[in-house]
């Protein structure tokens, strides 16, 4: 049975749940982290508190966000934790991250080890809340940090890319092996900064158009522009914006997404419903 007991809790499936215990991997993770006294901390999917404990030890305060009711009961009772800890049992895909920025008087500085089934939903989720967030720092399938950091012309350049580096700077900060997490998982693991920009380098008027050219861009990525896009834009139109029909999706960078997008925002007229 995959499901070992580690520290007398089954890691669920269903929540994809893995746990980390390397001691020299933790200790590089909180050492990237960095956390100071008085900072609004947030940690998505504590776990068993192998990131919980040595960041709490540093904080007065941390709030923490764990859908499994267990987990979160046990880090109610934690001996030393528990008094400083703020726990949210609930989803962080439905959490209001803009609201505790708000409440705490700052913005947050967020990290977690991801569940791999959530991961790329929840990053879109917190990109939207870019405003409220200072830093972010996630351990994920090292095949997704790929894609975050991924540039124009590779394989792994993909939606997730150009929306990350829309948002944020994009930083890879180590890799993680299997065996550092009970069970292991049969993929590699890593750890990402993402910052969002202070002063947006490719400003959009309206981000719901770059999200969409993204999406029908890269959902035809073996097609070229000119056909993928074709619907929204002209070839003269693609053209006057520096941007080659003949490309195909993982060809055009971030900079000439943003433009693509606002063109779109000022034409609504050649959008269909």
Known sequence: MNNRVHQGHFARKR???????????????????????????VEIGPGLGALTEPVGERLDALTVIELDRDLAARLQTHPFLGPKLTIYQQDAMTFDFSRLAAEKGQPLRVFGNLPYNISTPLMFHLFSYTDAIKDMHFMLQKEVVNRLVAGPNSKAYGRLSVMAQYYCQVIPVLEVPPESFTPAPKVDSAVV??????????????????SRITMEAFGKRRKTLRNSLGHLFSAEVMESLGVDGS???????????????????????????
């Not at 749940?17 to 900072?39: C, K, M």
């Not at 900064?193 to 770059?210: G, I, K, S, W, Y």
């Not at 195909?248 to 971030?254: F, G, H, K, S």
């Open 193 to 210: 900064r993402l910052v969002p920009h202070a002063t947006q380098p490719n400003p959009v008027a309206d981000v719901r158009a770059l």
């Open 15 to 41: 929540f994809g749940q893995n746990f980390l215990n390397d001691t020299y991997i933790i200790d590089s993770i909180v050492a990237a982290i960095h956390p100071q006294p008085g900072e609004a901390m």
């Open 247 to 273: 490309l195909r999706a993982e060809n055009v960078t971030v900079a000439q997404y943003c433009q693509l997008a606002n063109w779109l925002t000022a034409h609504p007229e050649t959008q269909e419903s």
